[in-house]
């Protein structure tokens, strides 16, 4: 990949510092736990494997999405943070997604995992020190520092749980 091709400063990364409201990592991930720790898990009960429209993922898959993308993302800076020297390849969400088996778990199950995975992750970004969550990631077409990983990690949660709010609780009817 020539350098020039590389996006310094990647659109996404935009978004992802919108949906953190400019708060810091530590205490970006400290809030989404918060988050995690209020969903109503009797509503997604109700709602159960209904889906806004056809094709669209259940509660239970978004879940599965959140834990394995973090999972995903957290490889990725453990091999920034090690500096490996990989550069990690791209994955398939809908892939990922029709092979998992989310809608054989109980809400309860997806939404503990998601926790402990969060709560994990919030260990490993607390080890970093200020060198390593300011290590340059080149990756695709990207590149930024380190601790954008956990931002996005968090911002993906928070995008998610809007898609869930906006159009999965009004199906508890």
């Given at each position: 990949m020539k350098n020039q091709e590389i996006k310094k400063d990647p659109e996404f990364l935009a978004y992802v510092l919108?949906?953190?409201?400019?708060?810091?990592?530590d205490e970006a991930l400290q809030k989404s736990l918060i988050q995690i720790d209020t969903l109503d898990l009797a509503q997604f009960n109700r709602?159960?494997?209904k889906t806004y429209a056809e094709g669209k993922w259940t509660?239970?898959?978004?879940?599965?999405?959140?834990?394995?993308?973090?999972?995903?993302?957290?490889?990725?800076?453990i091999l920034f943070a090690r500096r490996e020297?990989?550069?990690?390849?791209?994955?398939?969400?809908?892939?990922?997604?029709?092979?998992?088996?989310?809608?054989?778990?109980?809400?309860?199950?997806l939404v503990r995992e998601l926790r402990t995975v969060r709560q994990s992750s919030v260990l490993m970004f607390q080890s970093f020190n200020k060198?390593?969550?300011?290590?340059?990631?080149?990756?695709?077409?990207?590149?930024?520092?380190?601790y954008t990983i956990g931002l996005t990690i968090t911002a993906h949660q928070i995008h998610h749980f809007k898609v869930v709010q906006e159009r999965y609780l009004p199906l508890d009817t």
């Open positions: 919108a949906l953190n409201e400019g708060i810091a990592l709602i159960g494997l509660i239970h898959q978004i879940l599965q999405h959140l834990i394995d993308w973090e999972r995903i993302w957290c490889y990725r800076a020297g990989t550069i990690p390849e791209g994955h398939d969400q809908e892939v990922m997604g029709e092979n998992s088996n989310a809608n054989e778990l109980s809400i309860e199950q060198k390593i969550l300011e290590t340059n990631c080149v990756f695709f077409e990207y590149e930024m520092p380190l």
